[in-house]
């Protein structure tokens, strides 16, 4: 029987989640900043963004699948100490292209948050999957956010290059946290890891849960991007004129958004995982109403953003936890698998939203957000379609048999 995953233990896997992650997001608070300290372009300032984007697509198909292999609790503290490793390069760059190489480790390592997942899920008892994974997914949108508050007030009094400095100490010491509190993830001999490699590509192909859950995590990532990669050009604008700390803390409202989405996994271990999506795509595509709202007041953009963090938190968990109760023996290679439609989602959303605010400002952008939510919302609709139909013919080709 598998043991009780503990209180402290879910928590040092969700500091994992939140301190990893925000090694990739630091840089968008202090990117002009950072740009200017390193000399760089303002033309090249992409880059600094890309890079943690780039080596997180990297890692998420060449060491995720290394979970299905080794050691999960080794590969966990092994990643973080590398992605403190890229944190420090950062953080003493002397150059742009020093610093873009720093961001790159720290994104490629920073996929140690989905060998994180895929330990949870592995190690926790069946009942309790969902409310374990929905525990420790929650550090992932703590870090997304909460660092954009850090690194605004720690950018604007101490440096950009203290955000790093920070960052990698924190990796260290949680690190040291998983070594002393996570217990063994013993691992059989199993697949090579070409043949894992290979695994994820005939799941795209093949496996219609897979395909339709990263689906929906592509279009609700794009929303999700669309959000957190435009809002800082409407509230720096005129009227509101705000800084760096105060765009900073409009990150708390999504925080209190995606914790209130927590408990979305003991509702996926009731059973309810299908019903979540639905009615969370739903909220997803209403929170773009209040989202749009950028004058006379900025509460109700606040309301919105609370709205879309629980809708993405809920989805996500619900998600991660239908494919690893589909697939409890290649957890790492699923979540691998699975987090690559996020990641390009994620860039979507960034890509299309800076185009669309450009062109037709915020209105254009929420616009954009409301279309991707509503595509995902289709998507599940038409898997649950599709899996009615598959059942029913099931049923009539089990009846013919008896008949016959």
């Known amino acids: 029987m598998t043991a009780r995953v503990t209180g402290p233990q879910r928590f040092v896997l969700a500091l994992v989640c939140a301190v990893a992650v925000s090694t990739i997001y630091?840089?968008?608070?202090?990117?002009?900043?950072?740009?200017?300290?390193?000399?760089l372009p303002s033309e090249s300032l992409g880059w600094l963004v890309a890079a943690g984007q780039i080596g997180y697509c990297a890692g998420l198909v060449l060491l995720v699948p290394l979970g299905d292999l080794l050691d999960r609790r080794r590969l966990i503290i092994g990643h973080l100490l590398l992605t403190a490793a890229g944190a420090g390069i950062t953080a003493a760059a002397p150059k742009g292209v020093i610093a873009v190489v720093g961001l790159a480790v720290a994104g490629l390592f920073a996929v140690v948050v989905?060998?994180?997942?895929?330990?949870?899920?592995?190690?926790?008892?069946?009942?309790?999957?969902?409310?374990?994974?929905?525990?420790?997914?929650s550090g992932v949108v703590i870090g997304i956010l909460g660092v954009r508050v850090l690194a605004g007030v720690l950018g604007d009094t101490l440096g950009w290059r203290v955000v790093y400095v920070v960052l990698a100490l924190l990796c260290a010491v949680v690190a040291l946290a998983a070594r002393l509190s996570l217990r063994v993830d013993a691992r059989q001999a199993g697949d090579r890891?070409?043949?894992?490699?290979?695994?994820?590509?005939?799941?795209?192909?093949?496996?219609?849960?897979?395909?339709?859950?990263?689906?929906?995590?592509?279009?609700?990532f794009a929303s999700f991007?669309?959000?957190?990669?435009?809002?800082?050009?409407?509230?720096?604008?005129?009227?509101?004129?705000l800084g760096t700390t105060e765009i900073g803390l409009f990150g708390l409202a999504g925080l209190a958004g995606a914790l209130g989405a927590a408990r979305a996994g003991r509702w996926a271990d009731a059973g309810h995982a299908q019903a979540i999506s639905g009615w969370s795509l739903t909220l997803l595509a209403a929170s773009w109403l209040l989202i749009a709202q950028t004058e006379p007041t900025l509460w109700l953009l606040i309301a919105g953003i609370g709205l879309l963090?629980?809708?993405?938190?809920?989805?996500?968990?619900?998600?991660?936890?239908?494919?690893?109760?589909?697939?409890p023996d290649r957890a790492s290679s699923v979540i691998g698998a699975y987090m690559a439609f996020y990641?390009?989602?994620?860039?979507?959303?960034?890509?299309?939203?800076?185009?669309?605010?450009?062109?037709?400002?915020?209105?254009?952008?929420?616009?954009?957000?409301?279309?991707?939510?509503?595509?995902?919302?289709?998507?599940?609709?038409?898997?649950r379609a599709f899996a009615r139909h598959g059942a029913d013919l099931s049923h009539v080709a089990t009846t013919a048999k008896e008949c016959a």
């Not at 991007?225 to 004129?241: C, D, H, I, M, V």
């Not at 963090?309 to 697939?327: E, G, I, M, R």
Request: hydrophobic share 50%.
């Open 193 to 220: 890891y070409t043949r894992v490699l290979t695994s994820m590509v005939k799941l795209a192909v093949t496996d219609r849960l897979f395909l339709s859950r990263g689906l929906i995590a592509f279009f609700l």
């Open 309 to 327: 963090d629980f809708a993405v938190q809920a989805v996500h968990v619900s998600n991660q936890h239908l494919l690893t109760t589909a697939h």
């Open 26 to 39: 630091a840089i968008q608070p202090v990117l002009e900043t950072a740009g200017a300290d390193l000399g």
């Open 343 to 383: 990641s390009l989602g994620s860039a979507l959303g960034a890509i299309s939203t800076t185009w669309a605010y450009a062109t037709w400002g915020w209105p254009a952008s929420s616009l954009l957000g409301a279309l991707y939510a509503l595509a995902g919302l289709v998507v599940w609709a038409l898997s």
């Open 114 to 137: 989905q060998v994180t997942v895929a330990y949870i899920a592995a190690v926790s008892p069946a009942g309790e999957r969902g409310r374990n994974i929905g525990a420790v997914t």
């Open 225 to 241: 991007g669309t959000l957190w990669s435009g809002l800082t050009l409407p509230l720096s604008a005129q009227p509101w004129g």
